[in-house]
């Protein structure tokens, strides 16, 4: 290979799709180090701060595409504490001095500032799309800036983020001029947008294909707006409040008919059941349902409406949807993939919600399942089994059984076997979440089947180090452990030490882990970061120097270059 | 990325589980815990097994493992259907100043004259009774949608809300 022009190396890499294959040939030589390099136009950081960003920047100077994950997984849950970091400023700002042919920008889990905001926005003449998933820390004015000045912006996708609403005129922001977006989703955004504006801009964006609206946006105006975008394939509608009587009902009925090529719906906030029928017409030809968010519909409406749907490949839904209404998922979605079902009782009313046998139904009538989120209230052996033998295809398998720690049932028994079985069928898993009564068994099956498994999640599971040994001595391809609530200490942590560094990162909270055992862990392996991170309420009650037996509440650690960080608040020792 | 609860009370207590005296005691204390703070959550009162430290409040909102906005989805759900309150105007013959009353803290016809009748101190009589009334007593009536005045009782207590906008209590020779 050395014998053939950079421009013919170049353009094998090309297709090289994946990250991993293009970061394993850069290794070759030096020769392919420097091709890869220079040719480099996507680059994916997973952890923020396992590299400066000057260096990313220095090392790929033709990057146009971003992506920078902060915070863990577990801040999803408010396991991290407010500002513990994850800052998006030094990303953009490196990126405005380093690859200022920056065109996209995807983060995940990071504090975005509106000054970081208006600074993307500037630096970048060519910028097209800006991806936000679970980000805080900005308000309506910085995407006003975004949408004053990012000429040419194809992408606006904010995803669950927290925002803080300044006011309604940043949507007025996108100049007459604006004809190019393509996808725009403000469903996370509290407050209200001017629908004026709204209807305008996606009036003339003709390639507008993908629209996602926040609840704000009244059924009046989400007729006017479909009467508009016919072309749209993906719809995430407002709050949805209507009376089924009112003419603003018949307009909506009569617009989504137009729209022949809907094939992903969410949003339905407030709808009411009745009004579910509008979108019967839709649904022959959904693909992506999402229904996460409304509460409002039981059961039998959903089942209704989930007759029609027989293209659907990923569906959310809630537990209302029970058991029974699993079971006609099951017969009439065959080519699922997707699956996720998700609590709606948080305190304990007592209203219906899914059990074992909804999952196996689904197990026996969609064969080409291989994604699964399935809060449940109780789980079994038997059921697991069966679901196993059923669906071997599953990469993502995530149970949360809502009582932690809860047994099988029947028989009274942890779900080792359960899950053991999950393990040995999927030879594709690559993430899996536990859940219920486990003991140190499912983590030996775990360590022995699961060989291409990514990303593991444990609540409330274990009897003693053996368990975590196992996963961490078992489990080549480990990237993500993440433990909460379970009796893991020091010997686990300190039994295979280099493992972490082929790792992204480890978390463990409320373990057994001990300073001692962090400070002992720091100090072996310098090129990992070992964050303790105290809770307010204790470090107030804490003394100066707690001693080493201490139990370490919330401890993070990640294989890093970049040694500690310095932006690291009060509350976060790193060793 | 999630890209997106708690059960029944009877089954939070893990102290019924037989399987669980085979754990390590320090996991039961740690699941013990987590059951106080569900049942603090739930609002029953509990005796201070552990005490409530307010480390083990904070525990309570990272379970079930969900996400922030599908949280307050879900919370706002149980507020609107406790909190709401629908606020009307009761006036007694004879009597200027006027009472209010929220009529969805009632759930029927009984609570709300069993209501009035303290407020008022005075006997209501329902439609139905066949009894003949004794001079002294009133009987509710109510002004509707269309400004007409009726007599509470007679359509089904879900539909009289829908169509209340003010009550009087009137007395009962004048129907």
């Known amino acids: 290979m050395t014998y053939f022009p950079e421009e013919v190396v170049e353009h094998i890499f090309d297709f090289l799709s994946s990250h991993r294959d293009r970061n394993i040939v850069s290794t070759v030589c030096k020769a392919w180090y420097r091709v890869e390099r220079l040719s480099r136009r996507s680059v994916f950081v997973g952890n923020c701060y396992a590299v400066r960003p000057g260096r990313v920047m220095a090392r790929f100077p033709g990057t146009k595409c971003l992506s920078v994950k902060g915070k863990p997984h577990f801040a999803d849950f408010n396991l991290v504490p407010h500002d513990w970091g994850g800052f998006a400023l030094p990303w953009i700002e490196a990126a405005a001095r380093g690859c200022p042919g920056l065109e996209e920008l995807r983060l995940k889990r990071m504090v975005v500032s509106d000054e970081s905001l208006e600074l993307l926005a500037r630096s970048f003449p060519n910028f097209k799309a800006l991806v936000l998933v679970s980000c805080e820390g900005f308000s309506t004015d910085g995407l006003a800036a975004i949408a004053t000045h990012c000429r040419g912006l194809r992408e606006l996708d904010l995803q669950e983020n927290e925002v803080e609403d300044h006011g309604r005129q940043w949507l007025s922001c996108f100049p007459d001029s604006c004809t190019s977006l393509e996808s725009l989703n403000f469903a996370c955004l509290k407050g209200e947008v001017n629908a004026g504006a709204l209807e305008r801009l996606v009036a003339r964006c003709v390639n507008l294909r993908s629209l996602k609206l926040n609840r704000a946006i009244s059924v009046e105006s989400l007729a006017r707006i479909l009467v508009r975008t016919p072309h749209l394939v993906e719809l995430g509608t407002g709050s949805f409040t209507v009376e089924h009587r009112a003419e603003a009902y018949q307009r909506l009925i009569h617009a989504f008919r137009k729209c022949k090529s809907l094939k992903s719906l969410s949003g339905f906030w407030d709808v009411a059941p009745r009004c579910l029928q509008s979108i019967y017409s839709i649904c022959p030809n959904l693909t992506v349902l999402n229904l996460s968010y409304a509460p409002a519909i039981q059961g039998a409406d959903l089942v209704k409406l989930i007759r029609h749907c027989f293209k659907l490949q990923k569906l959310w839904v809630l537990d209302c949807i029970g058991d029974k209404g699993l079971a006609v998922v099951a017969s009439t979605c065959k080519e699922l993939q997707e699956l996720r079902v998700f609590p709606s009782d948080i305190y304990g009313t007592g209203t219906a919600a899914v059990t074992e046998e909804g999952l196996v139904a689904i197990s026996s009538g969609c064969s080409k399942l291989n994604s699964l989120l399935y809060f449940c209230h109780q789980m079994t052996n038997a059921a697991l089994i069966t679901v196993a033998k059923n669906c071997p295809h599953f990469t993502r398998f995530r149970l949360c059984i809502l009582d932690p720690g809860k047994p099988d049932p029947d028989t009274n028994q942890p779900l080792d076997e359960g899950f053991g079985a999950i393990v040995r069928s999927c030879n594709d898993l690559r993430r899996l979440s536990l859940s219920g009564l486990l003991t140190d068994t499912v983590f030996l099956y775990i360590g022995e089947y699961a060989a291409r498994l990514e990303m593991l999640s444990i609540a409330f599971a274990g009897d003693s180090d053996k368990g975590m040994v196992y996963v961490l001595n078992g489990c080549k391809n480990l990237r993500k452990l993440e433990i909460r609530d379970s009796p893991f200490g020091d010997a686990a942590l300190l039994e295979n030490v280099g493992k972490y560094e082929t790792m992204r990162s480890l978390w463990m909270s409320s373990c057994d882990v001990t300073l001692g055992g962090c400070k002992a862990l720091a100090a072996k392996m310098p090129r990992l970061n070992v964050e303790v991170i105290n809770d307010r309420v204790e470090s107030d009650e804490m003394e100066e120097n707690p001693s080493d037996m201490h139990k370490v509440e919330k401890m993070y650690v990640y294989r890093t270059l970049a040694g500690a960080r310095n932006d690291a608040p009060e509350f976060v020792d790193i060793l | ?175």
Request: charged share 25%; proline share 6%.
């Open chain 2, 1 to 175: 990325m999630g890209d997106q609860s708690n059960s029944p009370s009877s089954s939070i207590d893990s102290s019924s589980h037989p399987a669980l005296c085979s754990t390590s005691s320090s996991f039961q204390t740690r699941r013990d815990l987590l059951s106080t703070d569900l049942k603090l959550g739930l609002g029953l009162s509990t005796s201070a097994l552990h005490g409530s430290s307010s480390k083990q409040r904070e525990q309570l909102s990272h379970w079930p493992p969900i996400k922030p906005l599908l949280r307050s989805t879900l919370e706002e759900k149980v507020h609107r259907s406790h909190s709401k309150t629908f606020f009307v105007k009761v006036y007694m013959e004879g009597l200027p100043i006027g009472r209010k009353l929220d009529l969805f803290s009632h759930n029927g016809y009984d609570s709300l004259m069993r209501t009035l009748r303290r407020m008022f101190r005075t006997t209501i009589i329902c439609p139905d009774t066949s009894r003949v009334p004794p001079e002294k007593a009133h009987v509710l009536t109510y002004e509707d949608k269309e400004g007409d005045w009726m007599m509470v009782g007679d359509v089904p207590w879900e539909l009289f809300l829908t169509t209340v906008k003010r009550l009087k209590i009137t007395r009962a020779d004048k129907c």
